[in-house]
């Protein structure tokens, strides 16, 4: 089985083949990283949004998926470049990279 999750609508980019900037998730309403461990075991996981690197705990989120889902792949916009290197030295540099 395989599985995408959402982890925000929020997104700085406003691209036009995609309108989902138009109406964002307020930080406080997006799931708590904690929620993942409930997920069953996947063959792959792809790590979506909005863009995943707008929230503060992605690094947390990436870490319990990385810990128990076979393959994570993580899409995003490359809306935040600075973050992505910095979180690449740390427990992203276990993900494919997919720009969106």
């Known amino acids: ?8 609508y929020r997104c700085p980019m406003h691209c036009k083949m995609c309108n989902i900037w138009d109406n964002p998730t307020k930080p406080s309403e997006e799931f708590k990283p904690e929620l993942l461990r409930k997920l069953p075991k996947m063959r792959a996981v792809n ?3 909005g863009e995943p690197f707008v929230r503060e705990d992605i ?3 990436v870490e319990i998926l990385v810990r128990q889902q ?8 490359d809306a935040a470049h600075a973050r992505i290197e910095y979180e690449n030295r ?4 276990f993900l494919c990279f997919h720009p969106g």
């Open 59 to 61: 690094a947390e989120i």
């Open 1 to 8: 089985m395989d599985g995408s999750i959402i982890v925000t």
């Open 70 to 77: 076979t393959r994570q792949f993580l899409q995003h916009a």
């Open 47 to 49: 790590i979506t949004g």
């Open 90 to 93: 740390t427990v992203l540099g």
